[in-house]
């Protein structure tokens, strides 16, 4: 079974920073893409960071210069690093992996249960 835990949410205040960590556990034989989403109440959920295996990077408009996304590959872990938080980056961030669980199968997607960030003073 595959399981992907975030952790590092909380509440900050404007101008603030929190790191976001995702660990992925269980039968895996290769990890792909992997990536940041987050919603907000009444919205949709959105990228805000994705990642490839070699390290090639993007990043919603939104954050571009305040967020960086990095991954340990032999860790299986990807993390999210959130500087100059403003009050619109509040909502539930969820952890993203495109995942092959056994050689020459199809990878699935899978999602965290996701953490909760605050940004208000």
């Known amino acids: 079974q595959v399981q992907l835990v975030e952790s590092g949410g909380g509440l900050v205040q404007p101008g603030g920073s929190l790191r976001l960590s995702c660990a992925v556990s269980g039968k895996i034989f290769n990890i792909y893409d992997m990536g940041w989403y987050r919603q907000a109440p009444g919205k949709q959920r959105e990228l805000v960071a994705g990642?490839?295996?070699?390290?090639?990077?993007n990043y919603a408009d939104s954050v571009k210069g305040r967020f960086t996304i990095s991954r340990d590959n032999a860790k299986n872990t990807v993390s999210l690093q959130m500087n100059s938080l403003k009050p619109e980056d509040t909502a539930v961030y969820y952890c993203?992996?495109?995942?092959?669980?056994?050689?020459?199968?199809?990878?699935?997607?899978?999602w965290g249960q996701g953490t909760q960030v605050t940004v208000s003073s």
């Open positions: 993203n992996a495109l995942i092959e669980k056994e050689y020459y199968t199809i990878a699935s997607n899978y």
């Open positions: 990642i490839a295996k070699a390290g090639t990077t």
